[in-house]
């Protein structure tokens, strides 16, 4: 029996686990992880649909697509999606023509802010803002979500450390998909450029915020079903997760300044989390054979930085579509 293991939990595991689960109904999947689920990358994210990088277009286009296709059909507070609207600001207009750029075509109502209406709506308004409607989706319903249609078909989870995929290939599994997150460089062991983008978010209770709002890429609050999601900082290849006063400070000054009202909201929880980044996401089959000589696949698939939510249906559909390749190509043998 053809059987395929998939290392992480989080919303790239589970994505691409549902991805061959859709083509491959009745084949054995089981999913690794190493934690529990809330204390990964995905399970705090308000996962607002945007992303930078031009290249990732075809991959977000298909995740917008899967998102507006379960809006369709089954109420948020199950999925954890909704639709948003917002605005981001900038004091650089190549900065939103970059966004304009990148999804401008694939959001809904995507537009540039007059005067007026940045002078009327923001008290301390940038030079320049954007308008647009666009998919969130929550980490702690969202990944839950699909965790659910996952189990319901048979898929079995279990909670064990990897060292490597040779060592899952050596157990007997066909094809191996590593969507490990931070430590799937390392368990690839053929890749040394994954690296951590530190971030800190405080989830607050302000439920009259009912708009996403950017100050550039880095200030922000974004609204989720039951709070509101207030952050972050940037920093990259840091790797220690305690939050200090200064990050508490350097936040709250930042969006004070943006957004006044939300001075002395209760906050409810704050976290810090290390999104998984490389130069660009990795999706790729190689092949190997285990210690006895027997054949496997492995499917890589990390490398998503801080829009695994924004990319990651389209990624896992790649990476699926190699996986069935592979399964097609045992079958003849």
């Excluded at 109502?109 to 301390?124: A, G, K």
């Excluded at 308008?131 to 319901?152: C, D, M």
């Excluded at 998984?276 to 990390?302: C, F, M, Q």
Aim: aromatic share 10%; glycine share 8%; charged share 25%.
């Amino acid at each position: 029996m053809t059987s395929i293991a998939i290392i992480g939990e989080g919303v790239i595991g589970t994505s691409t686990a549902l991805a061959i689960r859709r083509i491959r109904p009745d084949i054995d999947i089981t999913v690794f992880h190493d934690r529990p689920f809330e204390d990964t990358c995905s399970a705090m994210p308000a996962g607002l649909f945007r992303f930078d990088n031009i290249d990732d277009r075809e991959d977000a286009r298909a995740t917008f697509e899967w998102y507006a296709d379960l809006c369709r059909q089954i109420p948020g507070i199950v999925t954890g999606v909704k639709l948003l609207s917002g605005h981001i600001q900038s004091d650089s207009k190549e900065e939103l023509d970059r966004q304009e750029e990148a999804y401008g075509d694939i959001v809904y109502n995507f537009r540039f802010m007059s005067d007026r209406e940045r002078n009327s709506l923001f008290p301390d308004p940038s030079k320049y803002a954007i308008h647009f409607s666009s998919f969130a989706a929550e980490g702690n319903r969202y990944v839950p979500f699909l965790k659910e249609q996952l189990v319901k078909s048979g898929v079995i989870f279990k909670q064990r450390k990897i060292a490597s995929v040779v060592e899952l290939a050596d157990e007997g599994f066909n094809v191996v998909v590593n969507c490990a997150g931070l430590n799937a460089g390392k368990l690839a062991g053929d890749d040394s450029t994954v690296y951590p983008i530190r971030g800190v978010v405080f989830q607050v209770e302000a439920p009259w915020h009912k708009h996403f709002n950017y100050r550039g890429l880095a200030t922000f609050t974004i609204p989720k079903n039951h709070s509101v999601v207030l952050g972050t900082v940037k920093e990259s290849s840091r790797f220690d997760t305690l939050i200090t006063e200064e990050d508490r400070r350097d936040i709250w000054q930042r969006y004070e300044k943006l957004h006044p009202p939300m001075k002395g909201a209760k906050v409810l929880g704050e976290w810090c989390h290390l999104r998984p980044a490389r130069p660009s996401i990795r999706v790729e089959r190689l092949e190997g054979r285990t210690k006895d000589g027997k054949p496997y696949t492995v499917v890589h698939h990390y490398g998503h930085g801080g829009h695994g939510f924004t990319v990651g249906w389209g990624t896992s559909l790649r990476a699926a579509a190699l996986v069935e390749k592979a399964l097609k190509e045992k079958a003849k043998i």
